[in-house]
């Protein structure tokens, strides 16, 4: 029998971009739960903010933070040893570099080429808050970052190639989800990739479902059996994402969600 598996982005695909609500998605998260389907959080925010969504979402499973820095899965999750330290009952296995040197890198970034860009770490929570529409308790969370640095340009939009060519120059990696990000050498596709094999390993028949809606979760797509790309909150679609047999979902964040993962549960358990 094949198992499904899903992985999927919170911000803007099952989070609501605007309200962080997962309201309209709860028929799928219900039929997740009846049919046992492991359900993977692959995301931009911190292992502290997932944990929050995972105990809202009763979930047990792995998870990615911090666009595939780092892959936390439950002590005695598989019945296999997997890699990773032990870490607050976790097997964590770590990818990206620490957010001291990310922290270190972006200041020299900015110092070489007098670009005006500011990061979480130049920000106290209520200014993050404001920026994002979150809660200042979840706020707090998005500062507790482990492997990456999300920024913003203070003066528009016309010097960020250059920017970002000299953060590729430094040696680390950039991408974009509702913010710019400046991490190392990892992406959520990368992750995915690992988590897939220890399924591999412990189901041996299984077909993967990915949800995303912006740039950063490219190389999730690209590593799932079924892509899906949900709408903005503007109702259009990330034109940067082209994966073959792309599914685009209709419905902004998590009504798109909703009705994607109901179609193709019903339709991986009809054997298509």
């Known amino acids: ?160 190639e250059k920017f970002l060519d000299a953060i590729e120059d430094s040696g680390l990696c950039w991408t974009q989800g509702r913010f710019y990000h400046i991490l190392g050498n990892h992406d959520k596709g990368k992750a995915v990739k690992i988590l897939r094999e220890y399924y591999e390993k412990a189901l041996s028949r299984i077909k993967t479902i990915g949800l995303g809606d912006s740039f950063n979760d490219l190389p999730l797509l690209q590593s799932v059996d079924y892509p899906v790309l949900v709408q903005k909150g503007d109702g259009s679609y990330d034109e940067r994402i082209r994966v073959p047999y792309l599914m685009k979902a209709e419905g902004i964040g998590p009504e798109g969600w909703n009705g994607a993962v109901i179609r193709l549960i019903n339709t991986i358990g009809k054997g298509a």
């Open 1 to 160: 029998m094949t198992q499904i598996i899903i992985i999927s982005d919170l911000d803007g695909t099952l989070l609501h971009p605007g309200t962080y609500s997962f309201d309209e998605a709860l028929p799928a998260i219900e039929l997740i739960r009846t049919r046992s389907i492991p359900l993977i959080l692959c995301s931009s925010k911190t292992r502290a903010e997932i944990e929050v969504y995972r105990k809202m979402l009763k979930n047990r499973d792995p998870f990615i933070s911090e666009n595939g820095g780092g892959i936390f899965i439950p002590e005695r999750y598989f019945m296999f040893p997997v890699e990773g330290d032990l870490m607050n009952g976790y097997r964590v296995r770590t990818f990206g570099k620490p957010y001291s040197e990310i922290r270190n890198t972006f200041k020299e970034v900015k110092k070489k080429t007098g670009i005006i860009a500011r990061g979480f770490g130049d920000m106290d929570a209520e200014e993050v808050a404001h920026l994002t529409g979150l809660q200042l308790s979840y706020a707090k969370l998005a500062k507790r970052r482990d492997f990456d640095e999300p920024f913003i340009f203070e003066e528009g939009e016309k010097r960020v």
